[in-house]
Each structure stands twice: as structure tokens, then as C-alpha cells.
């Protein structure tokens, strides 16, 4: 049996993870492929969790920047832009953290999921056993009518001002 070691599994990391400088995102379309490449994605780094994060695939493996003109915040207008496109799910899924989904990968978390049958009717059975409120329900008919909607068009769609 091969075992790896902690310099081969982090060279892996750099490497998957686009750590390496030459390795970065530079676009949106970068961004997309990475997702698809790796079939999910976090948005930020997640304090110990050793998962691929688009942050550091542009920005390199530190901190997240306080500073909004960072270089590394490009990933902000990048998500914004690709919401309602269907290039890729974002939503808070794994602890709930921001997380980047590829449509490919989609069932894979809903069969991983607590929701069994027809994702069309599960909310309901939710809904009536109490584990779904009123407004998670307008939201998932809103969603099943329309489709994929950024969050300003959802609430919209629902009547539901912040």
C-alpha cells in the first residue's frame, strides 16, 4: 500500500487547489471551470477544513482581506455575475457555508441530503411534519416555478423585503 506524505499531499493541494501563483484564477470563466473541475467548491477558506476554496484559487492560501479594494475580492462581483445563470448552484450547503456547487454534482448532494423521493414534493412532506418554515416554502415553490433566481429577484418573486 502507497502511502502519501504530508509534502506529497500538500504539493497535491497546491496544485488542485490552485495555490501555485502560476496556477491562479484570473476570471469568471477561470472560476467556472475550477468549480466544474472540482465539482464543488467553498467561496472562503473555512478554518479547519482542508477543502478547495475560490478565495485562495485567486488570491493564494491567507487570510481573507478586510480591505474591499483587495485584488482577491474579484471573487465577489465573479459569483454575483454568474447568480441566475446556472453555471454553477451557490448556496449555504456544507456547515453552512458559502458554498460553490457544478450542476453535474447537484443530485449527489440532494441523494446526500436528509430529503428523500421527488425533490418536487419532499418540501411538502417537510412542511406539513414541521421542519420547514412558511418562508423556506415560498422560497422552494418560488425556485421550482422560475428556476434559478439571484436573491433580490427571489424576494421579489416571494414579496419578502429585508
Known sequence: MHHL???????????????????RLHSKEDALAFVQERGFVYFWPIKGILLPNLWSAVAGNRPVADAHDDPGHVTWGWKDQMLGTRQWYYAKILRGKATMIAPAGVPYFYALSENYGEPEQDYVQLYEDGLLSREAKLIY??????????????????????
Do not use: C, N, P, W
Not at 5 to 23: G, K, P, S
Open 141 to 162: 415553490e418560488a425556485l421550482l416555478r422560475e428556476g434559478a433566481l439571484d436573491t433580490v429577484a427571489l424576494r421579489r418573486k416571494i414579496q419578502m423585503t429585508s
Open 5 to 23: 506524505t504530508d509534502q506529497q499531499l500538500e504539493a497535491y493541494r497546491a496544485v488542485t487547489f490552485r495555490l501555485r501563483q502560476e496556477l
